[in-house]
Nanobody
Framework: QVQLVESGGGLVQPGGSLRLSCAASGFTFSSYAMSWYRQARGKGRELVAG????????TYGDSVKGRSTISRDNAKNTVYLQMNSLKPEDTAVYYC?????????WGQGTQVTVSS
C-alpha cells in the first residue's frame, strides 16, 4: 500500500522557518522524483520544489526560490522541505508528490500557516 505522510506543518510567525518531512512507503522510493506542491485557499495547486530520484537535480517555484531547500534521504525513504523567511503568502496546504513514468502518488497534505 502506497503511503506518503507529510509532517512538520504548523503555525509560524513571518520571518520564521519550518522543515516539512514526507515519509514514503509501499513503492521503490529511490526510483521516484519527489516534489512539494502547495494549495492556498481558493487557489490552484502550485509547484514549490522538486528533486530527482538520486537527488542530483532540484527545481524551485519562483515564489520560494532562494528561501527554500528540498532534499531527500533515500535510505530513510523521506523527502524534506526546509523553508526560511516565511511570509503570510506562504500559507497553504503543502502536499508531497511522488512521480515515476505513469505513476503519480500524493500525500494528504500538511497545513502551514504564517501569521503573527
Amino acid at each position: 500500500q502506497v503511503q506518503l505522510v507529510e509532517s512538520g506543518g504548523g503555525l509560524v510567525q513571518p520571518g520564521g522557518s519550518l522543515r516539512l518531512s514526507c515519509a514514503a512507503s509501499g513503492f521503490t522510493f529511490s526510483s521516484y522524483a519527489m516534489s512539494w506542491y502547495r494549495q492556498a485557499r481558493g487557489k490552484g495547486r502550485e509547484l514549490v520544489a522538486g528533486i530527482s530520484s538520486a537527488g542530483g537535480s532540484t527545481t524551485y517555484g519562483d515564489s520560494v526560490k532562494g528561501r527554500s531547500t528540498i532534499s531527500r534521504d533515500n535510505a530513510k525513504n523521506t523527502v524534506y522541505l526546509q523553508m526560511n523567511s516565511l511570509k503570510p503568502e506562504d500559507t497553504a496546504v503543502y502536499y508531497c508528490n511522488a512521480h515515476y513514468r505513469t505513476y503519480d502518488y500524493w500525500g494528504q497534505g500538511t497545513q502551514v500557516t504564517v501569521s503573527s
